[in-house]
């Protein structure tokens, strides 16, 4: 039949666009949702005017759902995209309605995040196997991003934004809606050569109706990226080879650098570097990464937290050659029992301190792709240089890692993660090798009801310490109106995966969770909440020596429960009450702030509880906040928190925010009372799409560290990067001293060949 739009066609003087757009054919006689592409010989002008006639080819993706508010009604604006292609290009045209020209764009930088703005995403599952896709957005303003996404995109770290590539795309705004234009190469994707079918989605923001929208309908229990609810692509004619895949991102940097603590180094210290990347397409789906001499000295630093635990903070990778293809590598084990984190690659411990140390790193090899449609294969090789003086020999980092899907959604997978050092220090005793090898079963079934993991991770080392493995069974059952989950796990004494992210070991975990869903029939001020209760029992082993508990003795007990709630205006709070039990296996100072020596004693126990309430404003207003207070007792004392953060927003060039944690803790003598507190402002300016500004200030009084980073980008064609980066860092306490550390200023050029 003839599509027809719903909403009134406003395009003041685009008649040719409504001729196109009104001829689209909408199939309704399918089960699922489908769209053809079909070739053209038209040349496209890619400029966010939808005026060509290759769009009314295929049939369209239309009659868009709603997700939010509600997910059983048809969307109040109506979104339409078109697909064409030629020898190079995927071209994609999209028309967005809305009520009026007023969008909410918070800044022009690209990779912005989807919530809180007008924008609209496509997804490519080009592999048609539910688990792997590639997305591509933009907003009214012509902003751009791109993600991949894995593993069937069922958890929100599914989802990676790090993917950069060429790609081209335009906005424009007109009288009731805006509309974009796409041309995405084909060498920018992989597939298989040959393939017919693809799978596909799309999902749009629209703040003006405070809106969620999505092609295929998507139920509010299920993540929105979920690939298990995509449409098919299908394609004219079997799909050809790109053309050859080889770029080449050579770079040059040159910076200054000087250390005021260590009156040995003298001056400033000058340096300049060469080195670059490489890509290479080995087939339509196998793609080679090179890097030589590779240098980070662009990448934002770490935003701090405040650490009130026994164990080490994780904080994410941000080097760009890890972040690519990291779901096949990263994936791989639980978010405390990771085998391979790549953040321990380039960084070592120092032999005389102890302390964390960079550690140069000389080359780097990724192999990485599909080698057909179920099956995929990553590879990676990286090359450290020898420090003597720091007695560190030179590591050579190898991952091979393999899934095989299985079934509709799940799939079977395999890790060996090796560290050996070379060289003549090779045969230094614990610096010689530490290997994993795992095994994991990754299940989802088709509608989500169940998912899981199994695993087994074993270690390989001189040590002659016991149970050096990991293992682990993760389930949940998911319906409408509630959630089951399982998980126990397993960490030997002995799983000492010195290339992997675990901070504790010698334990076994047991934790049952369940979640009940609301939704209201009124959603004037609600729109759904949740009732959520997990408990966590964590034994001692007793393998690695420590006398104080006995084998398989309690060391900590956890009962969270949390009613969480999604407001009709797009807000968000939850009220939290924690109960816990902790044995206490080693000395323990839980503010890190105070005089050596003063710790709780190991063998001691507490028991505390804390009451908690969240509350994060809307989004899509200029001003917005975050704040959470804590309230209840701290070990053998109380604790009085508050954190959270402010942003304003001035559209669209930027955002100033400021972070903040503040923790009053009262412990019982010899303990002094202490505040601990961490503060972050943030000032993001976006003069243009490629010209940006940042500015980020941390102290943390647990370092006693004031460290400001200023970054200014020039993106002066596609993904190609004039950086100028200025680090500073003070030994600073409010009460008594304030001194310059280090500062360091670098400018680095990278250009896409």
């Known amino acids: 039949m003839i599509f027809a739009l719903h909403l009134p066609i406003l395009l003041l003087g685009q008649e040719l666009e409504t001729e196109i757009f009104s001829s689209l054919t909408y199939s309704e006689g399918t089960s699922e949702h489908e769209m053809c592409i079909k070739k053209t010989n038209e040349v496209l002008t890619i400029d966010g005017i939808i005026e060509e006639h290759a769009w009314s080819m295929g049939t369209p993706a239309d009659h868009f759902w709603q997700y939010f508010p509600t997910d059983t009604s048809q969307a109040r604006n109506q979104t339409v ?191 300049s570097g060469i080195g670059g990347d490489a890509k290479i397409g080995i087939t339509s789906g196998l793609n080679l990464d090179l890097t030589i001499n590779p240098d980070f000295s662009q990448v934002e630093v770490d935003q701090q937290v405040t650490n009130l635990d026994r164990f080490e903070v994780f904080l994410p990778e941000k080097r760009q050659f890890f972040l690519e293809n990291a779901d096949l590598f990263g994936s791989f084990g639980g978010s405390r029992t990771n085998p391979f984190f790549s953040r321990r690659i380039g960084v070592s411990i120092d032999t005389a301190t102890g302390q964390n140390i960079q550690n140069k790193i000389v080359y780097g090899a990724r192999l990485s792709g599909k080698l057909n449609d179920n099956f995929r294969l990553g590879l990676l090789n990286m090359q450290t240089a020898k420090q003597d003086e720091n007695g560190l020999p030179a590591f050579n980092y190898t991952v091979a890692a393999l899934q095989q899907n299985v079934f509709s959604r799940s799939n079977i997978s395999m890790i060996l993660v090796n560290k050996e050092a070379v060289g003549k220090s090779s045969n230094i005793e614990g610096n010689r090798y530490n290997r994993v090898l795992g095994l994991e079963y990754r299940l989802a079934t088709p509608n989500n009801r169940w998912t899981g993991k199994f695993y087994h991770h074993q270690l390989f080392s001189p040590s002659d310490a016991r149970h050096k493995f990991n293992q682990s069974v993760h389930l949940e059952y998911l319906q409408p109106t509630y959630r089951l989950e399982w998980a126990h796990l397993f960490v030997g004494a002995g799983y000492d995966a ?256």
Request: charged share 20%; glycine share 6%.
């Open 81 to 271: 995209i078109a697909l064409t292609y030629d020898e190079e290009f995927i071209y994609v045209a999209i028309k967005c309605y809305a009520l009026s020209d007023q969008y909410i764009i918070p800044s022009l930088r690209r990779d912005y995040n989807f919530s809180g703005s007008d924008n609209i995403s496509i997804l490519f599952d080009t592999y048609n196997d539910d688990n792997n896709a590639f997305l591509f957005g933009i907003n009214p303003y012509g902003v751009r991003r791109e993600a991949l996404i894995s593993n069937g995109g069922r958890q929100r770290t599914d989802f990676s934004e790090s993917w950069d590539n060429k790609w081209f795309g335009e906005a424009k705004i007109f009288d009731g809606y805006w509309s974009a234009e796409f041309a995405i190469p084909f060498r920018t994707l992989r597939y298989n050569e040959g393939s017919k079918v693809w799978r596909f989605n799309s999902y749009r923001y629209d703040t003006q109706v405070n809106e969620i929208s999505t092609w295929t309908q998507i139920r509010q229990n299920q993540i929105i990226m979920d690939l298990g609810h995509m449409g098919k692509l299908n394609w004219d004619q079997p799909l050809k080879k790109p053309g050859t895949n080889l770029s080449f991102i050579p770079y040059v940097t040159s910076g200054a650098y000087r250390n005021f603590e260590d009156p040995t180094e003298g001056k400033t210290a000058w340096s």
């Open 498 to 753: 010195e290339v992997g992210f675990v901070p504790r070991k010698d334990y076994f975990l047991i934790s049952p969770e369940f979640q009940l869903f609301f939704y209201p029939k009124k959603k004037r001020i609600i729109n759904r909440h949740s009732l959520n209760v997990d408990f966590r029992n964590i034994y001692k082993v007793g393998e690695d020596g420590n006398p104080l508990l006995p084998r398989f003795g309690l060391s900590d007990q956890q009962l969270e429960t949390m009613w969480e709630i999604d407001f009709a205006d797009n807000s968000q709070g939850n009220v939290m009450f924690t109960y816990d039990y902790i044995f206490l296996l080693q000395d323990f100072d839980p503010t890190r702030i105070q005089e050596e020596g003063i710790l709780l004693p190991a063998g001691s126990d507490y028991k505390f509880a804390n009451l908690s309430f969240t509350y994060q404003s809307d989004q899509r207003k200029k001003f917005s906040f975050e704040t959470t207070p804590t309230l209840g007792s701290f070990y053998n004392g109380s604790r009085i928190g508050l954190e959270g953060s402010l942003t304003y927003r001035y559209q669209p060039l930027g955002f100033i925010s400021i972070d903040y944690a503040l923790n009053r803790l009262k412990l019982a003598s010899p303990f002094q009372a202490s505040t601990v507190w961490l503060i972050g402002p943030r000032i993001d300016f976006t003069f243009t799409k490629s010209l940006f500004l940042t500015t980020f200030i941390q102290y943390n009084n647990q370092f006693e560290n004031l460290n400001i980073n200023t970054r200014f980008q020039w993106r002066f064609r596609p993904v190609s990067d004039f950086f100028l980066v200025y680090t500073d860092n003070y030994l600073f306490d409010p009460f008594s001293q304030f001194s310059v550390r280090n500062r360091g200023l670098v400018a680095k050029i990278t250009y896409w060949l």
